[in-house]
């Protein structure tokens, strides 16, 4: 490498091998961890996993719920609608 008194360092090449070797492992390392982070399936996986954290709040519980018994009785009213309807032809 260049000094700032521009005369070249003098290192060893063993070394310097050791180094290039270690840079080109961490960077393989660092590409499969993108790779990884970024894959379709992984990516599906951690927001089905963060969508089921959520559902496990007690918050999500009673709006969860609440929207079951309000489903529930939508097709409780459908059903006794259509059947006094029914009853009057």
Do not use: C, W
Not at 22 to 37: G, H, I, K
Request: hydrophobic share 50%; aromatic share 2%.
């Amino acid at each position: 490498m260049a000094e700032a008194n521009r005369e070249v360092a003098v290192r060893d090449p063993d070394a310097l091998v050791t180094e290039i070797e270690r840079t080109r492992e961490d960077l393989a390392r660092t590409v499969d961890q993108l790779a990884d982070r970024v894959s379709p399936a992984n990516v599906a996986k951690r927001a089905l996993d963060r969508a089921r954290e959520e559902f496990q709040l007690p918050e999500a519980r009673v709006v969860g719920g609440a929207v079951a018994a309000l489903a529930v009785v939508s097709v409780v009213g459908v059903v006794a609608v259509y059947l006094i309807r029914r009853r009057h032809r």
